[in-house]
């Protein structure tokens, strides 16, 4: 999936051999069909959510963004799904099957395109990692998910819940650890470059983030922890990458045209 002959992919390259070497030890992954299966009948109750966004043209600048990294990625056993979410908080995060949920309040805290990006791919890690199959059955027991498999999904129809509000309550979104926290930046820091954008975005919003923190940080600090030894880690890692010149951090005003759309959409 990742040639190897180019250096500049060494840092992608050596994360998923650490991925692979840990696929070894005992932790259970959902399997590719499994996950696909729960993906679907994840992005059904997806649809049914009124929160998410359904303007054609933000839809389209996160789908194309999202596309952009994921032509870059490689192939991959999912079709990959982007949804926009009207939520305030600053969070984005990743469920079975390739869906990858970004929220309004994360798109319009972004500085600039390769902010966005660097949280999508982040996301996008996530499931390309397996971090997503390996979490499922740790966190089994924690709600949505196990429903969804064992019992159907009948038992929300007439709840005053959707599923999307339960997945963001539930500790599944939240409880990666501190390895698949940074072998997910890893990945965003080495396939952005591919896909010509700068990852010099990742860090800068985690500093923007840590900033807004006090006594409330934004969703996406609080679920993704040690945020000094990231913002050090992406930094290093950008460096040893040596990633060059000429990749975009900005997308000619497409992002802030989107981010007017989504105030005017939303009254945000
Ligand atoms: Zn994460």
């Known amino acids: 999936m990742y040639p190897s002959c180019s250096s500049r992919l060494r840092p992608l390259a050596l994360v998923l051999v650490l991925v692979s070497v840990g696929a070894g030890c005992a932790t259970p992954v959902l399997s590719i069909d499994d996950e696909r299966e729960l993906g679907d009948k ?16 933000v839809r389209h600048y996160i789908e194309d963004l999202g596309k952009r990294i994921l032509d870059a990625a490689g192939p991959q056993p ?34 600039n395109m390769s902010e966005l990006a660097g949280v999508m791919g982040h996301e996008v890690g996530h499931v390309v990692l397996r971090h997503v199959a390996r979490s499922y059955y740790r966190n089994q027991g924690t709600g949505i998910l196990a429903t969804l498999v064992g019992a159907g999904l009948d038992m929300y129809v007439g709840r005053g819940t959707s599923m999307v509000s339960d ?17 997910a930046d890893l990945f965003a820091v080495g396939v952005l470059p591919q896909a010509g954008i700068s990852p010099s975005g990742l860090p800068t919003f985690f500093e923007t983030l840590a900033a807004q923190g006090g006594p409330n940080p934004p969703p996406f600090l609080s679920s993704h922890p040690a945020t000094a030894e990231r913002i050090e880690n992406t930094r290093k890692a950008i460096v040893e990458l040596d990633v ?22 939303t009254g945000h």
């Open 42 to 57: 994840v992005a059904a109750e997806a649809l049914k959510e009124p929160r998410i966004i359904r303007d054609n043209l």
């Open 78 to 111: 999912f079709d990959y799904t982007f949804y926009v979410l009207d939520d305030e908080n600053i969070n984005a995060f990743a469920v079975p099957g390739g869906h990858v949920f970004v929220h309004t309040g994360l798109i319009l805290a972004a500085d």
């Open 167 to 183: 997945l963001l309550a539930m500790s599944y979104v939240t409880s990666y650890s501190r390895d698949y926290e940074r072998e």
């Open 244 to 265: 060059g010149g000429g990749l975009d951090v900005d997308d000619d005003g497409k992002l802030e045209i989107i981010q007017r759309r989504i105030e005017l959409l």
